[in-house]
């Protein structure tokens, strides 16, 4: 689905991804673990075309997107919940899931999607003309992930949607992560979370500072001694 | 005259002088909004307005055709003017950006300077439907056209960015650049799109303001176009109805302190009105202080 080569990546003098290379398979969770600033939203923003990488290639399906301004990118199929949700604070909640189904034209499809992201996160309707800035951070994170699936993307990237979220509004949200994942969506998933992340995520990736160190099924880096000392806090 | 009616004029050279600060005003406010930039070469395209129309008007054009082709050219200008002046400095520092757009100004003000010389030109107003009479008031074609024309460019200005689909692009990059990319919206087409719109509203400001005034000059667009500066501050700028809002509050204020304090103190008022904002209300009085959960 998602393929990742020898990705450089560079802000003025600073080297902040240095050559990786990874895979998202279809229909899978994968997931990059890693610590702050170790490159993760840096991966996030190049592979949606936010930045314009130094050297390397990214594949969606096969198809080169390295130089694919980001605006083209959604309507191929890739969408992205940001870090720190980035919601529309002026906008009501209807209108930031309708801006999440920008580029597309099928007026019928977008309103089937609205309904299936409401019965998701019964939330959200009850306060769809609400602006989007008086949500609690739970809900703006589930606004920020129904405005991505109002795309109907194949892939949808997610980073860090764990922040500054209460463990249980965490489990609630990773249970929703896997569900989507279920109902046939692929994800790349980045997370400081290592655990959480690690328990959903059928493969795994760690980066450290710009490099990736480590990969392996989620369940065989859970148990990897070097992931349970420098992120699972054993 | 009596007082009241003389107050009544009064309030009406207000509305007419302030609607042209708000169509001004609203160029400046957009394009803030978006691309981050005070545009301070927006006051000149009024200038740019002006003479355009008066060259076509000349040639014999009919007065509708002019006009629109005016609109037309300024729209043109605002966008090559982004193209080419701006959008190479978008990740540049802001000082870098305000600096070029002063250069900007005194490029247009030069060059029509060059073009049709410094001397003022009389401007053939063609606005001559009958004159209203309310009582013992009279009130010319050209103020309430003024009028009528800047309201109703708002009132399709505002169903603009709040109905369509291009407009709630607008508002969405105004507020996060980085999410508008994320949802699929084209940023370079939505910046654009503003000039366009910007310097088009700013075109008719200037066709009407050339109507009231019917004399032009290369240097006509710089003190309406920073009053018009100081309307979007007043308002709120980066805020829509701010600027009109501002925009009319600022030409009563100019109006009424010409008929009643002084003339020579007017712009004084005004430029004060502009320290005071700055000091204790920076965000403008529609202005939002924008706060963000994390």
Redesign the interface.
Known sequence: MLKVENLVVRYGMIEAIKNISFTVNDGEICTLIGANGAGKTTTM?TI???IKPVSGKILLDDVDITKV???????MGL??V?E?R??????TIE?NL???A??RRDKDGIQEDLRKVYDRFPRLEERKKQLA?T???GE?QMLAMG??LM?RPKILLMDEPSM?LSPLLVKEIFRIIEEINKQGTTVLLVEQNAKMALAIAHRAYVLETGMITLEGTGEELAKDPRVQSAYLGG | MSGVVMFFMQIINGLNIGSIYALIALGYTMVYGIAKLINFAHGDIIMVGAYLSLVLLNTGMHWSIATLLSILGCALLGFTMEKVAYKPLRKASRISLLITAIGMSYLLQNSFQLIFSANPKPYPAFINLPSLKLGSITISSNYYTTFIVSVLLMILLTLFVKKT?MG??M??VA??E??????????DHTISLTFIIGTGLAAVAGILYSNCYTIISPTMGSLPGIKAFIAAVLGGIGSIPGAVLGGFILGMIETLVKAYISSQLADTIVFLILILMLVFKPAGILG?N?????
């Open positions: 923003h949606s075309g936010l301004p980001s605006h083209k990118i959604v309507s969408a992205q940001p720190r980035r919601v529309f604070a002026q906008e209108e309708e801006l999440g920008f580029t800035g949500l609690s951070g703006q405005r991505a795309a500054g | 689909k709630k692009a508002r969405s507020e996060d980085g999410a508008a990319r994320l949802m699929g919206i084209n940023v939002k924008v706060r963000e959960k994390v």
